[in-house]
C-alpha cells in the first residue's frame, strides 16, 4: 500500500533481457534500510525488491518484472537512464499525506497538452476509455505513482495543476505531449462504480 508520496528519483541503471526482465536501479535510499522482498513502487507500479547493494551515496535495487506488467505499464518502454518515481510501502502509523495508492497500474494515459504559465505546469492527459469512467473532478488519481488532484474532466481527457515542488522532485516536469503515463483510479471510485452497478445485475438475475 502507498500515498502516492513520491520519497525518491531512481535511474534505471541497468535492464537484463530473458525469461524475466530484471532492472538494476539506482537511488538515494540507504541500502541498509531496503530489504530483500521489500515493495517499492516503481513509477507507480509495486515491484519487489530481489537484490539490494551499495552504490554510490545510495542504493541499487534490483527488480523482476512480468511480461504482464510490462505489457500493461510504461515499464517496457524504460531504457538505461530512464528517470523513474519511486514510493517505499506505507507502514502502520506513516502519515497519509496522499491518497490510499495499490500500486496496481489501471492502464496507460497519454499527455495531449503540456502549458508552463508563471511557474505552473498544467497537463492535460487522455485515459484509456475503459479508465476514463473513474476519474471526477476534484477527484484523486495516480500519475506515474504521483498522487494527484483532478481540476477538471471532459470526456476522457482530464487535467492536472502540478505544483513547481512537484515538478523538480519527481519526474512529472519532464513530461511532454505524447508522453506516456501510468494511471491508477482512485480505490474508493472504483468501489462506488461497482456499487452503483450491483442493483443492476442483481434485477437482472
Not at 534490483?62 to 505489457?71: C, D, F, I, K, R
Not at 461497482?194 to 443492476?200: F, H, V
Request: aromatic letters at 4%; charged letters at 25%.
Amino acid at each position: 500500500m502507498f500515498t502516492g508520496i513520491v520519497t525518491a528519483k531512481g535511474r534505471v541503471e541497468r535492464i537484463e533481457d530473458g525469461p524475466v526482465r530484471r532492472f538494476a536501479i539506482t537511488s538515494p535510499y540507504d541500502p541498509a534500510g531496503v530489504d530483500l522482498g521489500a515493495s517499492i513502487a516503481h513509477d507507480g507500479a509495486c515491484l519487489t525488491v530481489v537484490s539490494v547493494e551499495p552504490a554510490g551515496d545510495g542504493a541499487r535495487h534490483v527488480v523482476e518484472v512480468s511480461p504482464e506488467t510490462l505489457a500493461r505499464t510504461t515499464l517496457g518502454e524504460w531504457s538505461e537512464g530512464t528517470e523513474i518515481n519511486l514510493e517505499r510501502s506505507l507502514r502502520v502509523g506513516d502519515e497519509l499525506g496522499g491518497h490510499i495508492v495499490q500500486g496496481h497500474v489501471d492502464g496507460v494515459g497519454e499527455v495531449v497538452e503540456r502549458t508552463d504559465a508563471d511557474g505552473w505546469l498544467t497537463l492535460k492527459v487522455r485515459a484509456p476509455r475503459a479508465l476514463a469512467k473513474f476519474i471526477a473532478e476534484k477527484g484523486s488519481i495516480a500519475v506515474d505513482g504521483v498522487s494527484l488532484t483532478v481540476n477538471a474532466v471532459e470526456a476522457d481527457v482530464f487535467s492536472l495543476m502540478i505544483i513547481p515542488h512537484t515538478a523538480e522532485v519527481t519526474t512529472l516536469g519532464r513530461l511532454q505531449s505524447g508522453s506516456k503515463v501510468n494511471l491508477e483510479a482512485d480505490v474508493m471510485a472504483r468501489y462506488a462504480a461497482r456499487l452503483m452497478e450491483a442493483p443492476a445485475q442483481d434485477g437482472a438475475s
